[in-house]
């Protein structure tokens, strides 16, 4: 599938987006990890996605190929969700859906609890509940200076080891070692204590309960690093919300299962 690249500037900033095919219109949020970016997080779905569906895919500020705040703090998810925000306003439809990963749950059942147009959502390996990190949570947040450092780190997201190949391991160097300076970035993003940006993520009670459009979630029986508790409590709170658990897969369900994830947009999305 051939994909336009496109761009559009919030708060001065340049934000990279690729938008392909043709449908119903769907935004899709990569996660948080080392190197994340549109491609990185979605490439084994977007082509079948984009068969179907009108997909517009972002990268959000500070990864990929958008822009990076000029001044800390670099982990804002006020600024992303006004970033998202943008693109909803330039995609076409009075009714869009939104598939998200991992932190991007967050903004995309934010966006859905006050985005008229947001009609349905569907998320990956879920944040916005409350959990202790540990020891996967915290390597997943943290700078790999090396591409060994880099396959360890991936090794903790996905639960068949041989799935991290070279093709996953080349976009995302791409991504941390496009020059000298990202190391630093992405470290001053998650400086500190880890907790605390597990803890700014959790979503209130009158937001969840405000998510009133119909929600798929799916998450990774054995996801460390965020477990599905996350997603359990989650559904519990979301008023028109399924949980799909799903056996041997860590917490990169779009490169682990990818049909499995097809499926459930199908079937959302429709």
């Given at each position: 599938m051939a994909y336009k690249e496109r761009h559009l500037t919030v708060d001065g900033l340049n934000a990279h987006f690729i938008e392909g095919g043709s449908g119903y219109p769907l935004l899709l949020i990569h996660g948080s990890g080392p190197g994340a970016s549109t491609i990185g997080n979605w490439r084994r779905i977007l082509d079948p996605l984009a068969e179907r569906f009108h997909v517009h895919a972002m990268d959000l500020f500070g990864f990929g190929r958008s822009a990076r705040k000029p001044e800390p703090p670099y982990f804002d998810p006020e600024l992303w969700i006004r970033q998202c925000q943008a693109l909803i306003a330039r995609m076409?439809?009075?009714?869009?859906?939104?598939?998200?990963?991992?932190?991007?749950a967050v903004l995309a059942f934010k966006l859905a609890?006050?985005?008229?147009?947001?009609?349905?959502?569907?998320t990956t390996a879920a944040m916005g509940a409350p959990f202790t990190v540990n020891e996967a949570t915290?390597?997943?947040?943290?700078?790999?200076?090396?591409?060994?450092?880099?396959?360890?780190?991936?090794?903790?997201?996905?639960?068949?080891?041989?799935?991290?190949d070279d093709v996953y391991l080349d976009a995302r160097v791409e991504v941390l070692h496009k020059d000298e300076s990202y190391g630093r970035y992405f470290t001053s993003m998650f400086a500190g204590d880890r907790q605390a940006f597990a803890d700014a993520a959790v979503l209130s009670a009158d937001e969840l309960a405000r998510v009133t459009c119909p929600v798929t979630m799916l998450h990774g029986r054995n996801d460390v690093a965020f477990p599905p508790a996350i997603s359990l409590a989650l559904a519990e709170q979301i008023p028109q919300s399924d949980l799909m658990l799903i056996g041997r897969c860590s917490h990169s369900v779009a490169m682990e299962h990818p049909q499995k994830l097809l499926s459930a947009a199908s079937d959302l999305f429709k």
């Open positions: 076409p439809g009075s009714r869009i859906g939104v598939l998200a990963h991992s932190l991007s609890a006050s985005e008229p147009r947001v009609a349905n959502v569907l915290v390597r997943v947040w943290t700078f790999p200076a090396t591409r060994d450092e880099l396959r360890r780190t991936a090794e903790l997201l996905v639960h068949d080891k041989s799935i991290i």
